[in-house]
T-cell receptor
Framework: GDSVTQMEGPVTLSEEAFLTINCTYT??????LFWYVQYPGEGLQLLLK?????DKGSNKGFEATYRKETTSFHLEKGSVQVSDSAVYFC?????????????FGPGTSLSVIP | DGGITQSPKYLFRKEGQNVTLSCEQNLNHDAMYWYRQDPGQGLRLIYY???????QKGDIAEGYSVSREKKESFPLTVTSAQKNPTAFYLC??????????????FGPGTRLTVL
């Protein structure tokens, strides 16, 4: 079945460092891919998404490119801030599901220190 | 402002009790979902509903029940049959049109603790 794998955390970075959180997936066809962010004690918010190969999603300085050849959707940001400290979830929506089921990865916790 | 509300934010349950978690949305979305989140884990789907008066079991439905009598509301009951209910519960909704890369919008969550 469809699945999502993320790099294990926690990840700790200094402010202004470069961020990469790896995400790879297994799915038939062409799934849609998402990154969600969860701040402490809150629900999830959509950060960015991509719906087809080579699409680049971007938002708030974060970017991720849908790579069909490597089945990856790595999240990057050039300069992180303390306010980026959160848990980041990679997710996919399968191409052949009959409803909007989204499969989430286990999440990667990011801590940014001043 | 449109959005999803969940109540209460914190809920305490004694063993053997049923409790109901509220989820309301004013986004005019057809589809609604309940997820469970345990520490250090991703989200697991409990139930989902694509339309009023219809709902389907997700991956971990045992010990839970839902209803969908109104488009705006999708309450979740955690029954005494759920042996390990302590978790963070998240409600979500989406427009619900199949075949489209639809975004799910999440509520703020309810943290349930069994005493």
């Amino acid at each position: 079945g469809d699945s999502v794998t993320q790099m294990e955390g926690p990840v700790t970075l200094s402010e202004e460092a470069f961020l990469t959180i790896n995400c790879t997936y297994t799915a038939t066809g062409y799934p849609s891919l998402f990154w969600y962010v969860q701040y402490p004690g809150e629900g999830l918010q959509l950060l960015l998404k991509a719906t087809k190969a080579d699409d680049k999603g971007s938002n708030k300085g974060f970017e991720a490119t849908y790579r069909k050849e490597t089945t990856s959707f790595h999240l990057e940001k050039g300069s992180v801030q303390v306010s980026d400290s959160a848990v980041y979830f990679c997710a996919l929506r399968g191409a052949k599901t009959s409803y909007d089921k989204v499969i989430f990865g286990p999440g990667t916790s990011l801590s940014v220190i001043p | 402002d449109g959005g999803i509300t969940q109540s209460p934010k914190y809920l305490f349950r004694k063993e053997g009790q049923n409790v109901t978690l509220s989820c309301e949305q004013n986004l005019n979305h057809d589809a609604m979902y309940w997820y469970r989140q345990d520490p250090g884990q991703g989200l697991r789907l409990i139930y989902y509903s694509q339309i009023v008066n219809d709902f389907q079991k997700g991956d971990i439905a045992e010990g839970y029940s839902v209803s969908r009598e109104k488009k705006e509301s999708f309450p979740l009951t955690v029954t005494s049959a759920q042996k390990n209910p302590t978790a963070f519960y998240l409600c979500a909704s989406s427009i619900g049109t199949s075949g489209i890369a639809d975004t799910q919008y999440f509520g703020p969550g309810t943290r349930l603790t069994v005493l």
